[in-house]
């Protein structure tokens, strides 16, 4: 049972490159989420999904996107990297009748030069 | 939108001595607050939490308090130990998973 995991675990990219960050988790969370963590700004939501199919908004979703083809991935996406993305990437899964227990990935580093 | 002010943001405390977070929360409709615990470059990993209809909660070294009146909680660490240094996350929540809000994190560290 790996949990919840995430790959890359860190990446250099260049302004405008794209990529994409993925989250897989093997515990059959309906819920699963994307954070960054900035320094002296906590965890910010980006975006979530309900369940396999759906997707939504979180606080800062602009310049990012989502997709969650099966149950337990969660895609994020970067179209056209900017340096303002540079953070440290968290993916969350969690229990449908236990959504606010949530279990974080690893990390992903991201440097956008 | 909810606002969660977290203090101190970092703290110093001697081994054996006793460690208190503070949190305040905006949203009235808030009834879940977890804390997470963030060692250096690994993940966000929950320790304790506690819902708006109990006042305290214990679990070993560690308790969280809860006042809805005056909307804050706290986490309480009693006879730290150098292993308790890390960034500590207190979370408020209105039970919708789109409304979990994270405050800035407080940085402990424990001198032996």
């Known amino acids: 049972n790996a949990g919840v995991t995430q790959t890359p675990k860190f990446r250099v990219l260049k302004t405008g490159q794209s990529m994409t960050l993925l989250c897989a988790q093997d515990?059959?969370?309906?819920?699963m989420y994307w954070y960054r963590q900035d320094p002296g700004m906590g965890l910010r939501l980006i975006h979530y999904s309900v369940g396999e199919g759906t997707t939504a908004k979180g606080e800062v979703p602009d310049g990012y996107n989502v997709s969650r083809l099966k149950k337990q991935n969660f895609l994020l996406g970067l179209e056209s990297a900017a340096p303002s993305q540079t953070s440290v990437y968290f993916c969350a899964s969690s229990y449908w009748n236990e959504r606010e227990t949530q279990y974080f990935g690893p990390g992903t580093r991201l440097l956008v030069l | 939108g909810e606002n969660v002010e977290q203090h101190p943001s970092t703290l110093s405390v001697q081994e054996g001595d006793s460690a208190v977070i503070k949190c305040t929360y905006s949203?009235?409709?808030?009834?879940?607050f977890p804390w997470y615990k963030q060692e250096l470059g690994k993940r966000p990993q929950l320790i304790i939490d506690i819902r708006s209809n109990v006042g305290e909660k214990k679990d070993q070294r560690i308790a969280v308090t809860l006042n809805k009146t005056a909307k804050h909680f706290s986490l309480h660490i009693t006879e730290t130990q150098p292993e308790d240094s890390a960034v500590y996350f207190c979370v408020s929540s209105s039970g919708g998973y789109q409304k979990v809000t994270f405050g800035i994190g407080t940085k402990l560290q424990v001198i032996p």
């Open positions: 515990m059959n969370h309906e819920y």
């Open positions: 949203d009235s409709a808030s009834n879940y």
